[in-house]
Structure formats: C-alpha cells, structure tokens
C-alpha cells in the first residue's frame, strides 16, 4: 500500500524559507521510474505544479518558480524535501506530495496547507 | 510554458446526465493528458492517463479522448459521488494543470 504525508510549518513569515517534507511508504525512491512530486493549491483555486524528482535524482522545476524551489531525497529514499525561498502571501497554499510514474500523479498525499502572513 | 483551458468552469448536471468537459492545450502535448477528480478538503485522484488508460479501480462510467491539442473526459452517466471538480494535467513538457470544471448538482 502506498502512501505520502506532507510535513511542516503550518505558518511562515513573508520572505521566509518553508522547508516541506513528504514521508512515503509503500514504494522505492531507488526504483527505475519512481518519481516524487509537489503540487499545491491555493484556497480554492486550481492546482499547480511545482516540482519532480526521480529515482535517478534527476530534478524538474517548474520554469516560473525554478529559482526558488529545490527538491531533494534522502539517502534512505523514503523521504523527499522540497525548499522554497522568499515566501510571499500569494504563495498560501495547500500543497501536496505525490508518486509519480511517468509524470502523471497516481497517488497523492493528503496535503498540508502553509499559510504565509506576518 | 504549455497552457491548459478548460470549459466549462462550471457544469450543472443531473444524476443519469451523460457529461463532457473539454480540455484544450495551447500546442500539442500528443496524449500526455491525465485527468483527476478533487472533492471538498481531499486531494486529488488520477481518474485517467495517457488520455484514454483508465486507472485501476476506476468506474468504467470514465472515459478520456482526443490528442493533440483537445481531450474531453466523459461521465456516461452522472452518479452522486461524482459531483466534484475535474482537472486535467499535461506532461508532455513538464506540467500544467487546467484551471478545473466543477461538475455540480443541477
């Protein structure tokens, strides 16, 4: 059975580093194909997609946050940590890990939601 | 950066409808499309990938089509658990999510 659960501050300051971890089970970070993403969504807004991260640690970000975001997995391979720099209140958000075979989501953890104010 | 749109926004629907939403890509993304369905305070489910593939455990009720630059998910027929919101995703360049369909009650 796999599954995903989000950590980590609940609020954030504006231009504050949130540091998020997904702790999964169920699955191999060291599998051929195995992916970890983020995504997250606004209060009641659409999903966006943030960031991926393979078996192979080969890394993608999305274009219009790259500069802000890193992903990264533990040599453990069962938690993956994604940073992002300079908080700003638009960026409140639920955000959710994910597994990810090739790129799609299949499994989706239940999410935490970051609240950015000073 | 590939756009995705969605139409409708909103759909009103009754129990036993036959629904379809659409989903358009600003250039072509091939078949890489999956579809999820979202209810209230939960997260998301693949409902469909690679356009057409049906995800394990999923009502035969969904279907996916298209390629290129259009899809349409269809629901033969509306049940109540399906009143929800639909978003479609590409992954033929990273990724994109549309902006979401809510399917409510008519």
């Known amino acids: 059975q796999i599954t995903l659960k989000e950590s980590g501050p609940t609020l954030v300051k504006p231009t504050q580093t949130l540091t998020l971890t997904c702790t999964f089970s169920g699955f191999s970070l060291s599998t051929s194909g195995v992916g970890v993403g983020w995504i997250r969504q606004p209060p009641g807004k659409a999903l966006e997609w943030l960031a991926l991260i393979y078996w192979n640690d080969d890394k993608r970000y999305s274009p219009s946050l790259k500069s802000r975001l890193t992903i990264t997995k533990d040599t453990s391979k069962t938690q993956v940590v994604l940073t992002m720099t300079n908080m700003d209140p638009v960026d409140t958000a639920t955000y959710y890990c994910?597994?990810?075979?090739?790129?799609?989501?299949?499994?989706w953890g239940q999410g935490t939601l970051v609240t950015v104010s000073s | 950066d590939i756009q995705m749109t969605q139409s409708p926004s909103t759909l009103s629907a009754s129990v036993g409808d036959r629904v379809a939403i659409t989903c358009r890509a600003s250039q072509s993304i091939s078949d890489w499309l999956a579809w999820y369905q979202q209810k209230p305070g939960k997260a998301p489910k693949l409902l469909i990938y690679r356009a057409s593939s049906l995800e394990s455990g999923v009502p035969s009720r969904f279907s996916g089509s298209g390629s290129g630059t259009e899809f349409t998910l269809t629901i033969s027929s509306l049940q109540p658990d399906d009143f929800a919101t639909y978003y479609c995703?590409?992954?033929?360049?990273?990724?994109?999510f549309g902006q979401g369909t809510k399917v409510e009650i008519k």
């Open positions: 994910a597994h990810s075979s090739v790129w799609y989501f299949n499994y």
């Open positions: 995703q590409q992954y033929n360049s990273y990724s994109t």
